[in-house]
């Protein structure tokens, strides 16, 4: 069982920063895939950014060049380091971590980029 806990959402201005975190908890973090995924009112879940136990990353077109995903195995946490954002970057955040057929997901936090 694994429990994960987001924070780090806002509103920030267009062109913005904002660091989201997900602290997990319950097993063994180092062995979890994790990634970042948004869902915006009336859209379906996306993936943003994926990052594997060995540290290999993927991004949604989207968000390439923009956003970065990283995670400290020490600290139990995975971040998602969102630059230069952009009013339809504005969703709800979830982080998921999944290790072979288990998936697990947060809470949420909620981003809004407006002027």
């Known amino acids: 069982q694994v429990q994960l806990v987001e924070s780090g959402g806002g509103l920030v201005q267009p062109g913005g920063s904002l660091r989201l975190s997900c602290a997990a908890s319950g097993s063994i973090f180092s062995i979890y895939a994790m990634g970042w995924y948004r869902q915006a009112p009336g859209k379906q879940r996306e993936l943003v950014a994926a990052?594997?136990?060995?540290?290999?990353?993927n991004y949604a077109d989207s968000v390439k060049g923009r956003f970065t995903i990283s995670r400290d195995n020490a600290k139990n946490t995975v971040y998602l380091q969102m630059n230069s954002l952009k009013p339809e970057d504005t969703a709800v955040y979830y982080c998921?971590?999944?290790?072979?057929?288990?998936?697990?997901w947060g809470q949420g936090t909620q981003v809004t980029v407006s002027s």
């Open positions: 998921n971590a999944v290790l072979g057929e288990v998936s697990y």
């Open positions: 990052i594997t136990s060995g540290g290999s990353t």
